[in-house]
């Protein structure tokens, strides 16, 4: 599939996503959300494909939703609601999604970062939820995902105040994993990824599963969905292959079956 908003490339067992209006600082448009969606379920489906990377580059990550094509809008307008919809498909993502951020990451921009699963940040990068400033709040995640990863009292002052806190400060927050030089920002996310893309695939994307519950469940229901994961996995070949090769001292080949 061939994308207007985003450019897509594929590196061995790694899915690079690039939003791509630099124009408009990757302003999240209709548009290009919808391409993120398709393009990350696209690489979400390709069995060759196991770690994603979402990017907009080296200046900048995302300035947030589109406010000219939001200016117009009235509350159930089809294409501010079908931005959303298409916003929720990309937390469906089954495959681990790395955020390689680098400049501006506000509104929808940080949104999207933490709808990844690690986030990668360069010294530039610079995250926000400025909505306040044009009269709205954030719509996907920025009150809720935000506030259960960095607490109470700084998603409020992220939210209410609009401030935006600089790499450093993020990843203090626990907002980013890393803070690396913009220009070795590409090579450790994939460094990172590649990693990942290593380990046995069923039990990466029952982990990914795992943690996410834990930001959305009751501990004791979170715990028990982890315990039947546990379980589950030792049906599969690679659980058993590496328990055999560590036994045998040699390094797992994993299937992912
Ligand atoms: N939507 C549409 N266009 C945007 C944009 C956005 N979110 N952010 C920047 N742009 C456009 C600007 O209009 C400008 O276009 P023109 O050249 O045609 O005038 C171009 O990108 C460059 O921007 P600036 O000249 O403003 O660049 P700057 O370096 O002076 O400032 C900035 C950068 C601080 C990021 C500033 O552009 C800014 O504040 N942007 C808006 C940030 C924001 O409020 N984001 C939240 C959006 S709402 C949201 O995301 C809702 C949600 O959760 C769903």
Redesign the pocket.
């Known amino acids: 599939m061939s994308y207007e908003n985003i450019l897509v490339d594929k590196s061995g067992a790694i899915g690079i996503v690039t939003l791509n209006r630099p124009?408009?600082?990757n302003?999240?448009s209709y548009g290009l959300v919808k391409d993120t969606a398709l393009a990350l379920e696209e690489l979400d489906r390709d069995p060759e494909i196991r770690v994603m990377i979402v990017t907009g580059g080296e200046k900048v990550f995302a300035?947030?939703?589109?406010?000219?094509e939001?200016a117009d809008a009235g509350a159930f307008d089809e294409r501010v609601q079908g931005r959303?919809a298409y916003r929720d498909r990309i937390n469906k993502i089954t495959k681990p999604m790395i955020a390689a951020v680098s400049g501006?990451a506000?509104?929808?921009?940080c949104?999207l970062a933490l709808s990844c699963d690690i986030i990668i940040a360069s010294e530039t990068a610079r995250f926000g939820q400025?909505?306040i400033?044009?009269g709205?709040i954030?719509?996907?995640g920025?009150t809720q995902r935000l506030t259960r990863l960095v607490g109470k009292y700084r998603a409020m002052e992220m939210v209410l105040a609009g401030d935006f806190i600089e790499a450093d400060e993020a990843k203090r927050l626990g907002l980013a994993n890393k803070v690396v030089p913009v220009e070795s920002l590409m090579d450790e996310a994939k460094k990172l990824a590649q990693k990942i893309a290593a380990k046995p695939p069923l039990a990466v994307k029952f982990a990914k599963e795992s943690i996410q519950k834990a930001l959305n469940t009751p501990l004791d229901e979170g715990l028990e969905f982890e315990r039947k994961s546990f379980y589950l996995l030792f049906s599969s070949e690679d659980r058993r292959e590496g328990m055999k090769a560590f036994l045998e001292k040699r390094k797992p080949e994993f299937k992912g079956k």
């Open positions: 124009q408009q600082l302003a999240l300035a947030g939703a589109d406010i000219k939001m959303l501006y506000l509104g929808g921009g949104e400025p909505e400033n044009l709205t954030p719509g996907s920025g």
